[in-house]
């Protein structure tokens, strides 16, 4: 297998030939198609696999990654072989050529059509911190949390990709001195900094998905930032969770990093105890070791390690087919705010300012509790790369527009 | 504007001229065609209008009622008056025979694509009583409540139409006494009776719907099962709402009844207090009188009816796009749980038995507290028709399938 591209890849780039994300892609005035980005560039694979005739080329012809993402892990692997013999080994380079263009051309799409939406909650540090923060006369985990990865539904309609504009959210909100609540722009808003699962292999209606078939199902992992407004999911979440709190914007990274490339990023998570219920032990777990940054207005606020995560997205897929629900291709399921032990590694503001009791100071010396109008926020991801090649998972970014005015009944 | 139809009625049938549901059929191996039941006989609507040239042949061409929800309230009404033409004046009567069948024939299959699926809960009555019953030692309802429409998303893959068998649930439960909880099949496997209604012209990201535009994206109205786990909702929900306790099934009526069908049944919702804020206030309000029946194994076991809703649909749709979420054709929201103020007017056997203290005794003599294996529920509604017309829903039904084994990880 080769180890470097004849495309040059810079030390910095997140996609050397070991990465090889699948994203989408258009150029000009020209429809979507599948695109894979090596270094500073993108192949054109809808139109290589086409000109080539691929038998692959109805299924990745655009304009979104899904009928490929059907087609089950054999079929994963057997085009990733391909990329990699074409973009490898320099004898593939004129008949590869043609199809390059510059990253910085492409207009990047979100990759896949999303079905269900499911976030989790299943960092420690996390879950410790809201509950602290959230119930401070109460115990800071709930007693389900060391027995399963809870979860909800969150809307697939509003997930965005990177680059798309967060217009603040209105809505009811209601400080705990108020009598009643008042109706306006959110004044806590937040990022959360979460790893992504996305679904390939569907599965049937009434049949669980076991912890070890995760690879079968999972097509790839890309980034999240599950934006919150802190003050409406405050007023609204008792007793049937978070709803409009969450639901204006989700925004995924462009790229999704196939399983294969993360092998050399498995871990063991962190024990568990008390055991896990036998339906969601893990002989050969699904830990992985990305460092996620988060930066705000260029600065960089945290840097939040996921293999801190309790429950792994094996578990998570376990847990949240057990009861019978099937999957389904282009579903998506986030890991939930990634938080480390230390306070520099918390993945939201609300841990990060202390639910505003310790502000953050960036660079330009300004501070923030919650994000302000304006403000930019990005969150990247890499595998530490120690004895080997860094596999990048790009950025998810979005900026702050101003809240829009509200029609009255 | 004719009142009768050529083709007989009985005065028992759910479906008079004055109704016509659309649904989506198949008889024998033949594809899935969009269809209109009128009393005993439906007509194949993909076909007469494929066969009339009608310009909306390719919207209805099947397999969902995506393509022609999608065109918006103008075109739906247009394609009502034609076909209420086509069906109350004889002169048709050789036009549109040929594309008549019995109903009893036709396999009714799920009606649209579910894109986004949000569950309300919005009976004062229901949530009162499932306080009491969850949270004995609080407020029934909490201080949100009479603020804002509570509600959540659920799983939209796992929506299936009236019929389908329903595998019991496994997942994990813990009772009070219990020190861990415990895997198993449900114990407290529940219905719940609610009124689904239908998006069909979708709303732009960033742009709320006002409560006055509710006729302008919902095209109509169904019947929903939602199925629910007490007891695996009740050890998971607290913090983020339910999830596995209601993710494994949600069955629908067949039939979407056009909002149109419904004029006749508009009431004022009971009165608000206190006053809602703005944006949740309804000068046309959109409260509607209709009965429902919920019946176990032959049995009716409650009548409850949808007049005594505290929140309306618009006022939902209002709430769910507050913040800027935006919906698409195929969006799916449900009522809640439909409650009325009097014990034989509860709408889940949770309020029936409550809580299985008072169980319900059935016609042969044995008795429920929650459904056993075997079981059928089947939830029906209608219009009242005083000095009318009834408009029938026809029905949501489900049987209980014994629980899968499920392997360990």
Chains 1, 2 share one sequence.
Request: glycine residues 10%; negative net charge.
């Amino acid at each position: 297998v080769a180890l470097t591209s004849w495309i040059p890849v810079a030390d910095s780039s997140p996609f050397p030939l070991q990465n090889l994300p699948y994203g989408v892609f258009s150029a000009g005035h020209h429809r979507r198609h599948v695109g894979v980005p090596i270094g500073d560039q993108i192949v054109d694979l809808t139109r290589l696999v086409h000109d080539e005739r691929h038998d692959l080329a109805e299924a990745l012809s655009g304009p979104t990654l899904n009928p490929f993402m059907a087609l089950g892990r054999p079929t994963w692997t057997r085009l990733r072989r391909w990329l990699t013999e074409r973009l490898g080994d320099e004898a593939h380079r004129p008949a590869v050529e043609p199809y390059l263009m510059p990253l910085a051309e492409a207009e990047l799409h979100l990759p896949f059509a999303v079905a269900d939406y499911v976030d989790f909650y299943s960092s420690e540090h996390h879950a410790t911190n809201v509950g602290r923060i959230f119930r401070p006369d109460g115990a800071a985990l709930t007693p389900n949390w060391k027995h399963l990865p809870i979860g909800y539904h969150g809307r697939s309609s509003t997930v965005v990709v990177s680059g798309t504009p967060i217009v603040r959210p209105s809505g009811q909100h209601k400080a705990p001195a108020d009598a009643t609540p008042t109706f306006g722009p959110s004044q806590r808003l937040d990022i959360e900094a979460e790893v992504g699962f996305v679904v390939g292999t569907p599965s049937q209606l009434g049949e669980p998905v076991g912890v070890a078939d995760f690879a079968e199902h999972v097509f790839g992992v890309c980034l999240v930032n599950d934006w919150s407004a802190r003050d409406i999911q405050a007023w609204e979440y008792v007793p049937l969770g978070p709803f409009l709190g969450k639901s204006f914007a989700t925004s995924v990274s462009p790229w999704i990093v196939p399983l294969e490339a993360l092998e050399a990023a498995r871990c063991d998570p962190p024990p568990r105890d008390p055991a896990p219920l036998p339906y969601l032990r893990d002989a050969d777990p699904w830990g992985l070791r990305l460092e996620l940054e988060v930066e705000l207005n260029g600065t960089v606020v945290s840097r939040p390690p996921f293999d801190t995560m309790y429950w792994t997205p094996a578990q998570q897929l376990a847990h949240l087919t057990v009861n019978g629900a099937s999957v389904r291709t282009g579903d998506l399921y986030a890991s939930g705010t990634v938080s480390g032990p230390r306070p520099e590694q918390r993945g939201s503001l609300l841990e990060l300012s202390w639910s505003g009791a310790e502000p953050v100071t960036l660079d330009d010396g300004s501070t923030r509790s919650f994000l302000e109008d304006g403000d930019t926020a990005v969150i990247r991801a890499w595998t530490p790369g120690d004895g080997g090649v860094r596999i990048g998972f790009g950025e998810v970014a979005g900026t702050i527009a101003p809240a829009h005015p509200v029609r009255e009944g």
